[in-house]
Every structure is written in structure tokens, then in C-alpha cells.
């Protein structure tokens, strides 16, 4: 059809017809032919709303992994010729599907005939991105007139109740389930009494139980600083909706990180706030003993307001010294090690001293055991009817939990009672610095056990404590976000955000 | 900063300079040094998510109309040489609001110097595009499992009760002050009881008031066929999410044409159902004797499908005569009469005569009269308490609404007994064609009050005689969508929809 039609005058050679013939390869998912139609080596540039692909390998690989391109045809080409080897064509395509496309493409001809040395792609949205969001309104629920939160929109962790709304807890089939909650929970409801809206809920890891944030039944919301790799979970929703700027406040949870680990690899201020400190009822439990409320903000001032209406009062200030736990920071890869020594450095007045520990896999061993424990008897009645419903790491994790010897959990229990006061004792009074991730954000391939475990002798340390940490977004020397955490005695949750506030200085 | 940076060996010289000076001129919206940037001539392109730009001088109108472009930093940049002339820059962003943009700038250097002589832009989306919805969900509201529209997905005109959510009628005030529904609008429950998903709740024009989908509100919904075009309206949002294939049916009503000028602007089927075959229970009206449930979709198919669940039986088949009203036609432009003269060409047994009546534009007046006097029935206590939060071209109409001698809409209501049986005498037992809408969508500065008078002669026709109405999409020479009107006998909707089935292999 089209690639039939008279050539507009003075479009060189064989130019439109490599266009058309890579159209068809891309219809066709011709993975071979669209190989050959991209310039061969590291130079060659694919962008797309997903982040850019410098070099044809990595475009090759991209390609292999998505199952082909959305059905479209091109509506409209409008070519400029830079001169007989080179032109620019710009497209536009309407999808099959609905909508349109933009698409730019660089074309070179070299001995084996014309190819693509860059191209930028883009489609239309869907109505929402249903990886980031399960609702979403303008606003879904409006806050009050005014108060000191007043312009500031909130994406909830699909765990809190919005009166009106199901909890969906990240499970379709525990959506489908779930009654229409008859009222706010009670943090949301202080959010809104304080002129915040609340723009949507967001989706959550499982039942919250992940730190990857790679929910398989809806998608992985992205990672808009970190393209294609994880966002962090399990308050994954929240926190791409942050990133992203489609809300300012990223309402979470924080069991075992799930705050903490998408601040660090999305590069957001986020407060995982002591024990008990907030209120949590009408948000859906996963591990009473851990659960904590906490935010995301993309700047520290706000995180520092949304805590003035949720936290209670300080406690009197306490001392200021500020240490980095040299032995926790080991567990990180050089590149965020980096980054945390680099911000210790420039802060100045940092002690460096190890942590002191040298229990932190059965500290861990212990807060998995509870977590795991807790977790089950939350969520057992549901989970034991139902487990096909469920992905497979959650559901492993769910059938591990019921298959732990009382006794372990009860051993367990009674030894974290002192390891948290040993927690506490080795904190004191003082502001402890550690890499809030031991990585930056992995690619989904990556998202191992190995990670996961690090990740938790790092991120339990707080969970067991009670204790509030504060991530400050660091980037390493590639530009990719990680975070240093400041964690303090319980109660200090203000001290924290105060001090967070300080630090952009740094940054 | 960045532009001080020791530049990568073997760029052009003054290349980076030229890319950094753009940028400065973009954050300070320097509109003089942006044209200077731009190459100068017809050939030079810009495309981001609203179409493609052509020629320095609409680019530049562009850029004067938007006031700026949103703060952003550039995070990364990878260039491609072409030669000591020409080089390609990509570039990646980070926007101040939160989110990523993508940017791909061919630069050329030129006797004053580099410029760029084409550009993709584009940006990360917000949660919710709030010109097209109001609240979206995943689906918004799950329809049962199985049923003859199963898999299929629906965006309520904000006229529609849907339990659980307020009526916003297009209008801020008016949304604030709704209680939330308690049950779904008769023709909602029937899809949802037919298997369809609702996704959400569209944006409309105030009170489906308007013709052209230019809520000042929210502002104008994107018509993805047409860019930078109205939506058409008054079921704007539904319209644009049909066409984006965000849903695959927008529900809407007509009045006066909310149906059938959208789906002619933007190149989608859509029925205006006959008077009172389809219950408008928990609906919103606007003028009850001439409003009527109706609904678009991007195939013939679906259409008639939505009718199949919808609609009550068929009456028994009538002639299926086609007329061509070549009096109507002569109401559109050349563009609109060539692409409705060639569907009836291709249709080949279309009978070609006048509609006859020279008495269109009275049609009209008593059309306009009665409507306005039953949407001030219909709103008056709201209105006239809160003018101000109206936009002006719907408060005018209000105003002169509230304004009408009684003595005029009673005459106007009894000439109105006799147009319809008029309409409905000519009409007869055949199918009448006509174009849905005198023109392709206008710019904004474009919809005035003349092309809505002709619009409404075309429109009111089927209104006064509560007739069905099915708009098939053509395009005109230049690609753009307008529509051919499918007109029968009141009951005639099913006839309409298997009719409208079978013309696609003329499209």
C-alpha cells in the first residue's frame, strides 16, 4: 500500500522502502529483520517513555523481552533529508487498539543499506497506569478547604481504608472479595482534615510482603530514575506516583522497608515512623509488631509537614551526634558505598564506628520468624482457602509461615525481646547513619534471595527496634538513587525529620 | 553548570553551546531565542503527545500559546554525529514537578549558526488525564463474569449515577454539592449486568450544554484523530477516551448533538438513541424531551452489540430506501460534502433529493427555545444561586434561558407538534443521510456561534423527532475525521446499527 506510493521528489534511494520494510518487520515481530534495520553497535539510541537504550545490544534485548509492538498504522511521514546518506523521518501511527503514536527515527546508509541509528518512540496513555494505580480520581477524595497540607495530593497504599473503597491488599481475588469501607482510616483521615486530597490508591506488593515492588499480577510500576529496573516495594505504588510527580505524598507502610526500600531506589525522602507513634487503625495488618506508617515526599520540607499532622509531640532533644556504622555500610556494593561515604564526608561531624554486632543474619532470622508468624495468623483464614490466588514468592512465604514449629516462634520471639533492647542500647541517644539498600534498584532479573536477605539484616535493624528512620537520597557516581537511612530512638520520629531538612545542603 | 563541562571529544564545535543555550531559552521561556533556535522554513518539525507541528511558524505559534514549558534539569544526553554539520542530540530530563521527559533535537549548523530543525518531546503522564476524566479505576466498577459485553470497557458521561460516586455534571460547584449516588443509572446497571467493566467517569460539558467539548473547567479533552482540535461535546471525555482506546465504549447522551458531533470529529461510530427507547433512570437531563442515551465505539460492530443490550426489539423492517438530503449536504464545507458525496457514491443505490424544509433555521430556534426553557426548569435553583462558578458561554445560556417571554416557549413548544410530525413525514420509512456535522473539528478559537447555529440545523432534526441517529466516520481529503448521519423512523435503532454493520467495506 503505502510503501507502493510515488516517492515524494528528492527523498534519496531506498530510504522509504527500508522505512516501510522496518514497519513491517515490527508488525510482523520480525526480531531478526528489526536486528538488521538498527545500526549495528554501542552508538545506536532507542528511547521510549520507559527510559533510553544506548547500543544495539541492549535495544536487541529489549525487544526480544516484549512479545512484539502494539498493531498500528502509519498515518502520517513527514522526512528531512540531512543529505544522500542520512535522513530523518518522523511518523505519526494510530494503534489498532486507539489512540496514536509519535515516532522520530534517524536513518544512515551504510554498506548493507539504510538502518536506524536512533529512534524515539511514544504511544498514547492508557486511562491509568494500572502498574502504578487501582483508582484514581481528580481528586478521588477531597481534603477540607484548608490546613497546613492544603494543595498537597496523597497516593494511598491500597491497604488503607477510603471510606467508599475496597482494600485490594495487592490480590485481585481479595479485591473481589473485600467490602466497601465504611470509613477513612484514621491516618487518611487526618490528611484530608488537614486540606490534603487524596488522588488515588496505589498498589502495594502482596499483603505488603515483598521489598521489589514487582507485583506479578498488574506489573511492576516503573522506576522513573532508574529505567527499567524495580521500584521497591512493597509501598511500590506510592512511590512511583511520587516519583513521577503525579501526587506529592506517597502514603505507605513499613514492615521490613517497604518504605525504606523504594525511597532508596527512587531517590525520595521517606520516614518509616516509630512504633505505635501513628495510629494504624483501618489499614490492613501484615505483622503487627513491625508495621509502621510512613511517607514519601520528593523533598524533605514536606516530609518534615506531613509529620507535623501525624506524629505526636517530640520528646525533649536529645544529643546530636551523628554516627555512620562502618560495618553496615560493608554490606553495600562499592558504588553505594560510595555515594553514603562521600555525604558523611561532606557532613563533617560524623563518627565512624561499626555498628557492633556481628548477629545481624539471625537478628534477621528472628524478625522473619515473628514477621512470618504474624503475617499467618493475619492472614491465614484467607490465604489457606485461597492459595493458588497468590504469587508464587508471597505464596511461599505464606506457606513457610505455616509450616514454623510453635517453638521456633515462640524462641524467636522471646530472643528478639532482647535484641531489641540491645538495638535500642547500641542507638542510645544518638543519630545512626547506614545504607538505607545495600544496592541500588535491581533489574527484575536480579531481585534474588540474596538481595533480599542483606536488604533485611539492613532494614530490620529499625523494625525490630521500634525505631524511626528517615531515608536521604543519595545517587551514586552513575546516577542512579540510592539512600543513606537515619535512624534514632523511638520517639525522635520529628528530630529526624527536622534534621533531614538540613541536610539538602549536602546533597 | 553542565554546559561548562569539558565537552565529549569529537563533537562539533559550538554544537553542546547551542544545546545548552536552547535549553536556558526554554527555562526562561525566552520565546525570541527559541524561534532563533528553531530552523527557520516549512520543513522544520516538533512532535510531542498532541501531534506533530509542521513549519517554524506553527511551532512557534505553539510556543507563544503555552506560557512555558515545564522546569526541568537534563540528567543525561547521548549524541550522534552525522557529520561536522548535522548531529543528533538525546537527551534525558528531569522535571522539577516529578517525572522524566524525553527529548530527540536534530541540529544542523547554519549560516548564523546551529539550530534545530526537528524535535520529539515528550513527558511523563500525570495519574489521570483530568481533561478526559474525572476518576478511573482498575476497573473503576467490575461488571459481572460473563455476559454478551464481556471484556468490554465503559467511560460514563458524568451525567450517569454510579453508586458510590457523585454526578459532577462538568462543573466543580455543582460536584462538590452532590451527594454521592446510591444506586447505578438504569442504562450503567444494564452494561455492567451484560459483563462490562466500567473504567470511570468522563468529563462533560457543563450540564451537556455545548456542542464542542470545551469545558474551561478542566479544560478541552485531546482529540487524538485531529490534533490540537476540539473533542466535539457535550460527551467529550467519553468520546476521547473511545478514541485513545482507553475504553472501548463512551456512554453519553444527546440532545442536541452530544453524541453525534464528537464521534464526527474524532472519527468514531456513535448512536443517538430514539426518544424514550432506552430509560434515562438516574440520568442527569438537561432538556427531557429531546435528551437521549446514546454511545460511541471505535467499529460498527461493538456498536450494535451495546444496542443488542440496550435497546428494546426492533419493529418489524421497513423500506430500506437511502436518501441522500443533498440540501443538508450543501451545509457543509467542501471537504465535509466531498467525503459524504464519495460514501454515497461508493454506496451506489442512494437516492439523492432535498430534504425539502426551508424552514431549518426556525426549526432550530424552536428547537434552541423549548431546550433552554427546560434546562432552566431543569436547573434554575442551582443556577441562579451560583452564576459565577459557570463559564461564560453556558451562563449566557442560562441567562437568556431565564430570560424567555413564556409567551415564546409556549409558542415555540406548539410550532414544535407540528415540526416533528413534519420530520417525521419526510423521514418516513427510509433511511435519510446527512452530514453529521457542516465541518471537520475547529480549533478552539474557531467554535463560534455560527458554526454551532449550523451545526444544530443538521443536529436538531433528529432531536425534534426523536429519531436515531448513527454517525459513520469518513474522512475528509486532508485525513481528518468528519461523519455521515444514518436518520430513521423513531424504533428504528437496531435497523440503524445492523445497517451501519455493513457498511464498513465502503469506508
Known amino acids: 500500500m503505502a510503501a507502493t506510493e510515488p516517492l515524494p521528489d528528492g527523498l534519496p534511494a531506498g530510504l522509504m522502502d527500508a522505512f516501510w520494510a522496518y514497519e513491517h518487520a515490527l508488525m510482523t515481530d520480525d526480531l531478526e529483520a528489526l536486528d538488521r534495520?538498527?545500526?549495528?553497535?554501542?552508538?545506536?539510541?532507542?528511547?521510549?517513555?520507559?527510559?533510553?537504550?544506548?547500543?544495539?545490544?541492549?535495544?536487541?534485548?529489549?525487544?526480544?523481552?516484549?512479545g512484539g509492538a502494539p498493531r498500528r498504522t502509519v498515518v502520517e511521514t513527514q522526512v528531512q533529508v540531512v543529505d544522500d546518506d542520512n535522513a530523518?523521518?518522523?511518523?505519526?501511527?494510530?494503534?489498532?487498539?486507539?489512540?496514536?503514536?509519535q515516532q522520530t527515527q534517524l536513518w544512515q546508509r551504510r554498506a548493507g543499506g539504510w538502518v536506524v541509528t536512533a529512534a524515539h518512540v511514544a504511544v498514547s496513555a492508557p486511562a491509568l497506569d494500572t502498574r502504578i494505580w487501582r483508582v484514581a480520581g481528580d481528586p478521588l477524595v477531597a481534603g477540607f478547604e484548608d490546613g497546613p497540607l492544603a494543595g498537597e495530593t496523597v497516593a494511598?497504599?491500597?491497604?488503607?481504608?477510603?471510606?467508599?473503597?475496597?482494600?485490594?491488599?495487592?490480590?485481585p481475588s481479595y479485591l473481589?472479595?473485600?467490602?466497601?469501607?465504611?470509613?477513612?482510616?484514621?491516618?487518611v483521615g487526618r490528611l484530608l482534615?488537614?486540606?490534603?486530597?487524596?488522588?488515588?490508591?496505589?498498589r502495594t506488593d502482596e499483603f505488603a510482603w515483598s521489598l521489589f515492588g514487582d507485583n506479578e499480577h498488574y506489573g511492576a510500576p516503573p522506576n522513573p530514575h532508574a529505567p527499567r529496573r524495580l521500584p521497591g516495594g512493597s509501598s511500590s505504588g506510592s512511590a512511583t506516583a511520587t516519583s513521577l510527580g503525579q501526587v506529592s505524598i506517597g502514603l505507605g507502610t513499613d514492615t521490613g522497608g517497604?518504605?525504606?526500600?523504594?525511597?532508596?531506589?527512587?531517590?525520595l525522602w521517606g520516614i518509616r515512623t516509630s512504633r505505635n507513634a501513628v495510629p494504624r487503625d483501618s489499614l490492613l495488618a501484615l505483622a503487627p509488631t513491625f508495621d509502621a506508617v510512613g511517607w514519601m515526599t520528593r523533598d524533605p520540607g514536606l516530609l518534615a509537614r506531613v509529620g507535623d499532622v501525624l506524629l505526636p509531640p517530640s520528646p525533649p532533644p536529645a544529643s546530636s551526634d551523628v554516627v555512620l556504622a562502618t560495618d553496615l555500610l560493608a554490606l553495600a556494593t562499592p558504588d553505594v558505598r560510595a555515594a553514603v561515604e562521600a555525604f558523611a564526608r561532606s557532613w563533617g561531624t560524623v563518627i565512624r564506628e561499626p555498628f557492633g554486632t556481628r548477629e545481624l543474619a539471625e537478628w534477621r532470622q528472628a524478625?522473619?520468624?515473628?514477621?512470618?508468624?504474624?503475617?499467618?495468623?493475619?492472614?491465614?483464614?484467607?490465604?489457606?482457602?485461597?492459595?493458588?490466588?497468590?504469587?508464587?514468592?508471597?505464596?511461599?512465604r505464606f506457606e513457610a509461615a505455616a509450616r514454623q514449629p510453635a517453638a521456633d516462634v515462640a524462641r524467636a520471639a522471646e530472643s528478639l525481646t532482647g535484641i531489641r533492647l540491645d538495638v535500642r542500647h547500641r542507638v542510645a541517644d544518638r543519630i545512626l547513619l547506614l545504607p538505607t539498600t545495600p544496592s541500588v534498584a535491581p533489574y527484575p532479573g536480579q531481585a534474588d534471595?540474596?538481595?533480599?536477605?542483606?536488604?533485611?539484616?539492613?532494614?530490620?535493624i529499625a523494625g525490630i527496634g521500634g525505631l524511626p528512620a528517615v531515608n536521604v537520597p543519595l545517587r551514586t557516581a552513575d546516577g542512579l538513587p540510592c539512600g543513606v537511612c537515619l535512624v534514632a530512638a523511638p520517639g525522635r520520629d520529628r528530630d529526624l525529620l527536622a534534621l533531614a531538612g538540613t541536610l539538602t545542603s549536602l546533597l
Not at 544495539?56 to 523481552?65: K, L
Not at 494511598?156 to 490480590?171: E, F, P, S
Open 449 to 460: 534471595q540474596q538481595l533480599r536477605d542483606t536488604m533485611l539484616e539492613l532494614t530490620s
Open 258 to 267: 517497604s518504605i525504606r526500600v523504594p525511597s532508596s531506589w527512587q531517590g
Open 88 to 101: 530523518l523521518v518522523m511518523a505519526v501511527t494510530e494503534l489498532t487498539r486507539g489512540g496514536r503514536g
Open 156 to 171: 494511598v497504599k491500597d491497604l488503607y481504608a477510603v471510606a467508599g473503597h475496597r482494600i485490594g491488599a495487592g490480590n
Open 37 to 66: 534495520l538498527f545500526a549495528p553497535g554501542p552508538g545506536t539510541l532507542r528511547t521510549d517513555a520507559a527510559g533510553m537504550l544506548v547500543g544495539h545490544d541492549a535495544i536487541s534485548a529489549f525487544r526480544g523481552g516484549r
Open 176 to 187: 473481589a472479595a473485600a467490602p466497601p469501607e465504611t470509613r477513612h482510616a484514621r491516618v
Open 193 to 202: 482534615d488537614a486540606g490534603a486530597d487524596v488522588t488515588g490508591i496505589a
Open 367 to 396: 524478625f522473619v520468624t515473628v514477621q512470618s508468624s504474624e503475617a499467618w495468623r493475619q492472614h491465614a483464614s484467607w490465604v489457606a482457602s485461597r492459595p493458588s490466588t497468590l504469587t508464587p514468592a508471597v505464596r511461599g
